[in-house]
């Protein structure tokens, strides 16, 4: 199973719905997919008292992780970053297991002309501290408000639409070929 993360907790996000068009494609190719919204996250996990004890809500989004034989981060840019909710998504998943010798793979995406270079560029940092396994074949999609098809549902450009679907293709691949590193990484 594939968790496609999108990567912030803004409502009618651009991540979100990129996060829909991705799974299709996975669908596409007969592997199964979930959307994980950072706006599914429990409210308490939000309080400070959450470092300490994670609140027995956040075993539902925690075990996602866990489970997941691959992670498909969604990565927009904001201000020059990642969203800050997508590092304290992070920081509250358990350690190290989380992200332990786990595929994932990156899709970057902003409204400028760098498509989320940066945004991912950072976050890869994080994820290679917390040892995960990366495919190094990332997408950028700069100025993606306007990759839209005129309703809003799909993606405009055929070639962004290729790239995104081998970049699927690839990544179930590099998941098949490296299954159960995480497990041999479990304590």
Known sequence: MIEIIAGTNRPGANALKLAGIIRGYYRD???EANILSLSEMPQEIFLPSSYAQK???WKVISDRVLNADGLHVIVP??????PGVLKY?????KFP??????CVCFTGEAAGIWGGFRAVEQIQMIFGYRNAVMLPDRVWIPGINQKWNAEG?????????ARLRD???????FVERNKGLAAKAAP
């Open 153 to 161: 549902t799909g993606l405009a450009e055929e070639a962004l639409v």
């Open 89 to 93: 998504f992070v920081d509250m998943l």
């Open 77 to 82: 840019e904001y201000n020059g970053s990642f």
């Open 29 to 31: 190719r007969g592997r």
């Open 97 to 102: 297991e989380s992200f332990e010798r786990r």
């Open 167 to 173: 970049q699927v293709e690839r990544f179930i691949d």
């Open 55 to 57: 609140p027995s809500s």
